[in-house]
């Protein structure tokens, strides 16, 4: 083998990294689950067709084919297989399949890997993680759940900040009936095309959205300034709703964004105070969304851009007969970790899940280690016993290059010795029992250390 | 959308399903952590020149490739891309590309899913979720690693097996040293003609064996009689070394072999009893293994063949300056369970993970449930709010449908009354504090229901 580089856009992580990824998925099932969200896992390919429907995205995606396809296969190009590219999709059709087997209001999460075949660079990934929440009705979904949502996933951001010192996140959060109706208000015929030039107002400013505003759609100056000053309007409280009435527009679609929209901040700010804002910029430019929207950045870090993004659909899935309304978030977990734990940022307190390296006298005397490990085992302690019959120097240094904090050494059987365990941090050794002995709940796992 | 239909070969579960699926994975997840596997997830595709390196399996590959490719794509053939087919591939890539990172002996464990464009029939996926440990040294690996690999997997087994209702298994070991010494004893040159064979002596009996090593290699009536009589032995104890010493074939390989494989199996039965016996037919005919080989039955369920398979390879993975033996063995997680999971016969006892379901009294005091709900997660019990303030009768039916053993009723406002808790199974109604109620342990979270 001489492929030695790693792919480009196809992240991995050392065991001292995936810990840490697999910890921060830990928290994130836990608080997906206590809200009583049920886990599914969707296959890795879908139709052609079904990923393509959408349109704007087919660029990215990867097609998937048997290297040696025969008569069997079907070539119809519909009936191609891609790699999906979100969890989006997969989990409509998913609903589709199985309406008749769920009960609705149905809650789920899904953490996958997906895929894109875009040109990789700093924070896109061809291959990456995504924990999504979704909550999808049959026919109807109560408004209520556009406050769920983002509580759930605000908790769970919440978990990684005060239990792993990643940053807090304040989320932007809009509502497209609000964008909409105001458009509409000002005689705007296509609010599509607005939106989707003011979701660039973050990346360009508000003078440039003005001029695409003008330029490329048509609009007058004047309908484009008030664009532009919805665009700027954000709060925290009630205060967004007067400052969208100042701009002089009347629209009832607008009344009811402004409505939905002000309900879910007062909600939400009142369960988790300080995490949400009303921010009438949200686009969310090519995406279906159909009322609320959520972006969600990094205190301290908001030229990363959102790393947490969903919203409303009033059909998130559809077929002759039935509308299935649907409302989640989208977490993006290799954009969130990967940087941090490629350059070593984040790792965990050790490169094994070990708590003890039991040593090994002689190769005769590998039972009796054998035995101390599995009694330690029974009682929940990850141990590993040496691979070889060293010195007891080396078999301390092999325990210390793994970062294992202990390091147990059993009586020699000629001289009816007592076991002893050392911590090799602070070089304290007593004599212990493999049937009795714990070590501090801190060192039982391995731990996160480091600054996100 | 139009496709209802799931994919052939392409397993998905309901979310009952998928919970069971899960509380396998932590099963798996936990005991190999107690034996010190740290875990690793390697990207989805490797380069179609790692793919095909042993030759046989190209035709199950799946190509990956970019549904827009542009100049800036290789075209190089050996650059491609395919979905991994199994994790040892991946995991000979990550140690080379990484050895200067890691610590040997590496024990790593890796739950995923891999791909392979085959035909798809029953017990046949094209995408399947793998377990696999394995333990690789730099350079050398001592002899005591082939005993542990098999007892760690056992001990996971066992775990499903007692805890799960799983049927027992036994282990089926042999050594690729008695084989082919006792093969080249015989005056055969190519033994791994004869092992290809061999390994089909279950599914075509020992008969048609030998008709193969006669016909097919022109083996003597002699040498195929031996070889077909050495593929019949088995035991448990060391009797098998007597039983090939009757044959009367001398070979210094073989009995490197035979010492090698008593070792393996006396110490393996000592640790757990009954779970392993020598059975000198095993073979693993295609895999590139150069020592211990592992098959793993299902008792009284031997026609579904083997469900966790593996070895020692002296070269595990290389390249100009060193070389990395290792041993270990795979866990056909979709095989054991796809199956099962899908006829009904295994399912988590409720399709949500909640515990509690808080009845909403009005959608006015909907916040009074939210309250209580919060209240219950702090604690980590699992519950989820009534989607709609209905009669509690509808409410409980909610409940009921999706298994939620318990409905929580808030005390109305108006009434200044207390709150309530009641098991809808047994109908069972007390008032209960939400800061200090807890709920039975069994009930905490879904258990598993169903016999495999």
């Known amino acids: 083998m001489a492929r030695l580089k790693p792919l480009s856009g196809f992240p991995e992580f050392l065991p001292q990294g995936q810990m840490v990824e697999n910890h921060v998925i830990r928290i994130l099932e836990e608080t997906f689950e206590l809200h009583g969200f049920a886990p599914i896992n969707t296959r890795a390919v879908e139709t052609m067709e079904s990923l393509t429907r959408k349109g704007e995205i087919d660029k990215e995606v990867y097609v998937v084919s048997r290297l040696q396809a025969d008569e069997h296969d079907s070539h119809r190009e519909k009936d191609q297989l891609g790699l999906h590219f979100d969890l989006t999709v997969p989990f409509a059709r998913y609903v589709l399949e199985n309406a008749g087997h769920l009960q609705f209001p149905f809650r789920r999460y899904q953490i996958q890997k997906v895929w894109r075949g875009e040109r990789p660079q700093e924070g896109r990934y061809r291959e990456f993680t995504q924990a999504d929440i979704d909550i999808v009705g049959s026919e109807t979904l109560a408004d209520h759940h556009d406050v769920e949502a983002p509580l759930v996933m605000l908790e769970a951001l919440e978990r990684l900040h005060t239990e792993l010192g990643f940053p807090p996140v304040l989320m932007h959060v809009n509502n ?209 016993v040496a691979p070889k019959a060293d010195k007891y120097g080396k078999q301390i240094k092999h325990a210390d290059r793994r970062g294992i904090p202990f390091v147990w050494f059993p009586g020699r059987r000629d001289q009816q010795g007592a076991d002893e365990v050392k911590d090799i941090r602070s070089g304290d050794q007593i004599s212990a029992d493999a049937a009795a002995w714990n070590p501090p709940a801190a060192d039982l796992r391995p731990g996160v250390v480091g600054q996100w």
């Open 176 to 384: 497209r009936k609000l964008s909409e109706g105001f458009y509409r208000g000002l005689g705007i015929e296509e609010p599509a095309g607005v939106l989707q030039r003011v979701d660039k107002y973050d990346k360009i400013g508000p003078q440039a959205v003005h001029e695409l505003l003008t330029e490329e759609l048509g609009l007058s100056d004047a309908q484009a300034d008030r664009c532009v000053a919805l665009a700027g309007i954000s709060s925290s409280d009630h205060s967004f709703i007067e400052q969208v009435r100042d701009l002089g527009v009347a629209n009832d679609m607008l009344e009811e964004g402004l409505d939905a929209l002000d309900r879910v901040v007062t909600a939400v700010n009142r369960a988790v105070p300080g995490r949400m804002v009303a921010d009438l910029k949200i686009a969310r430019g090519l995406d279906y969304y159909t009322g609320t929207v959520y972006e969600t950045e990094l205190v301290g870090h908001e030229s990363m851009g959102s790393v947490s993004s969903g919203g409303r659909y009033d059909a998130l899935a559809s077929d002759e007969k039935h509308t299935y309304p649907g409302v989640g978030i989208s977490l993006g977990l290799t954009r969130l970790l990967a940087p941090v734990i490629s350059r070593g940022q984040l790792g965990s307190t050790r490169t094994v899940p070990s708590a003890v390296l039991v040593a090994v006298n002689t190769e005769e005397e590998r039972d009796v280690s054998e035995a101390v490990a599995a009694s330690l085992r029974s009682r929940g302690i990850a141990c590993e």
